[in-house]
Each structure stands twice: as structure tokens, then as C-alpha cells.
Nanobody
Framework: QAQLVESGGGLVQPGGSLGLSCAASGIIFRVYTMGWYRQAPGKQRELVAT???????NYADSVKGRFTISRDNAKNMVYLQMNSLKPEDTAVYYC????????????WGQGTQVTVSS
């Protein structure tokens, strides 16, 4: 059974750092583009960062230079290192896995809360 499980959320002060992890199971991890998305209260879910199977990364402008996405294909893991956190980074963060071939498939984790507050 395909599954994504996030961990690492919590409460952090502005300017602090936090790392998120996502463990994938039940999929051929290396063929998927992995991503992190977030959803703040009253707002739509938005892209944070993605990393393709070849390692090419893409970031939302709001997190460029502060967040780093990485993956470990041997461990079926994807990570999000978040530095210089701001209150506006507060949201539920979701792990995503998507593939286009041989057929489209889109998977989501259950989400982990990140709260940036003093």
C-alpha cells in the first residue's frame, strides 16, 4: 500500500530552523517527483518546493534562499530544511509524490503542523 508519512513539525520561534522528513513506502520512489506543499488556515494549499527524480529542484519565491529540499533514493526519504522561519510560514506541511509515466499517480501524506511564533 502506497503511503507517505511526514514528521518533524512543531513550534519554532521566528528566525529559527526546523527540518521535516517524509518517508515513502509502497512505491518505486526513484521515479517520482517529490514535493512539499503547505496550507495555512483560510488559504489554499500552495507549492513550497519540489525535487525531481534526477535532483532538479524548484522553490516558491517566498522560500527561496531559506528552505532546502533534498531526497535520499536509497532510503525512500525526502526532506525539507527550513531556516530563517517567519510567522507567515505557519501552516500544515504536506508531502507529495507524483509520477507521469506509465500512468499519472499523485500521493499525499497526512500533513504535519509547523507553527512559527514567539
Amino acid at each position: 500500500q502506497a503511503q507517505l508519512v511526514e514528521s518533524g513539525g512543531g513550534l519554532v520561534q521566528p528566525g529559527g530552523s526546523l527540518g521535516l522528513s517524509c518517508a515513502a513506502s509502497g512505491i518505486i520512489f526513484r521515479v517520482y517527483t517529490m514535493g512539499w506543499y503547505r496550507q495555512a488556515p483560510g488559504k489554499q494549499r500552495e507549492l513550497v518546493a519540489t525535487i525531481a527524480n534526477g535532483g532538479v529542484t524548484n522553490y516558491a519565491d517566498s522560500v527561496k534562499g531559506r528552505f532546502t529540499i533534498s531526497r535520499d533514493n536509497a532510503k525512500n526519504m525526502v526532506y525539507l530544511q527550513m531556516n530563517s522561519l517567519k510567522p507567515e510560514d505557519t501552516a500544515v506541511y504536506y508531502c507529495n509524490a507524483v509520477r507521469l509515466t506509465p500512468s499519472y499517480r499523485d500521493l499525499w501524506g497526512q500533513g504535519t503542523q509547523v507553527t512559527v511564533s514567539s
